[in-house]
């Protein structure tokens, strides 16, 4: 899987923020992911364990998990709020044409 790219080599204000609403969805995507990839972690530490210690401690990890990606939810909110009135500035004017941020 190659890596998501982003291009904007005629970079104007509302170019700019496109561009870092796109890096936000991105950020959003591989969150969703990673979140994902715990509750495997979950259903499969269930399936072979029978010990209480080993799955408090798989439970400790995943609640480890979570609380960061709640605290980057929080980072990329404020992101997000910091470039929504820039994009409305952007929705009034004239639409760019696709290609004009390449």
């Known amino acids: ?19 870092l609403l796109q890096s936000i969805a991105l950020e959003e995507t591989a969150i969703s992911h990673i979140l994902n990839a715990e509750g495997e972690k979950l259903q499969k530490a269930i399936s072979i364990s029978c010990d209480t210690n080993n799955l408090i401690e798989i439970n400790k990890s995943v609640e480890n998990m979570v609380d960061k990606i709640t605290n980057l939810e929080l980072v990329l909110k404020s992101k997000l709020d910091f470039i929504a009135p820039i994009l409305d500035e952007c929705e009034d004017k004239k639409p760019h044409k696709p290609d004009e941020c390449k």
Request: with cysteine.
């Open 1 to 19: 899987m190659s890596m998501p790219h982003i291009e904007c080599s005629k970079v104007d204000k509302c170019c700019a923020a496109s561009a």
